[in-house]
């Protein structure tokens, strides 16, 4: 069984940056595709950015990109995803998500499995 655990969650100013983390325990994932995704009450949990398993593809939803880095560490069981240039509206849980083959994908359906989420809220 794996678990994922986020951290790096907060409260940052319009403006700022947070870097977020996403351990994974029980097995190693070097050979899953891993993402980020989001959620804020009332709304379905959306897709922001994705990697291979090797790091070298990756894929944002447009309303990051460019602001928004995901990269993993294999040797340490992590991804991670920079957030630069936050805006009020990337206020949400935020979580991190593996799938069970090494392809990226942009699905909730194609996660596996699923951490717990880790709150994010930009003040204006």
């Known amino acids: 069984q794996v678990q994922l655990v986020e951290s790096g969650g907060g409260l940052v100013q319009a403006g700022g940056s947070l870097r977020l983390s996403c351990a994974a325990s029980?097995?190693?994932?070097?050979?899953?595709?891993m993402g980020w995704f989001r959620q804020t009450p009332g709304r379905e949990r959306e897709f922001v950015a994705a990697i291979n398993w090797s790091g070298a593809l990756t894929r944002y939803a447009d309303s990051v990109k460019g602001r928004f880095t995901i990269s993993r560490d294999n040797d340490k069981n992590t991804v991670y995803l920079q957030m630069n240039s936050l805006k009020p509206e990337d206020t949400a849980v935020y979580y991190c998500a593996a799938r069970a083959v090494a392809l990226l994908g942009m699905g909730i359906s194609e996660y596996r499995y699923w951490g717990q989420g880790t709150q994010v809220t930009v003040s204006s």
């Open positions: 029980g097995r190693t994932l070097i050979t899953n595709a």
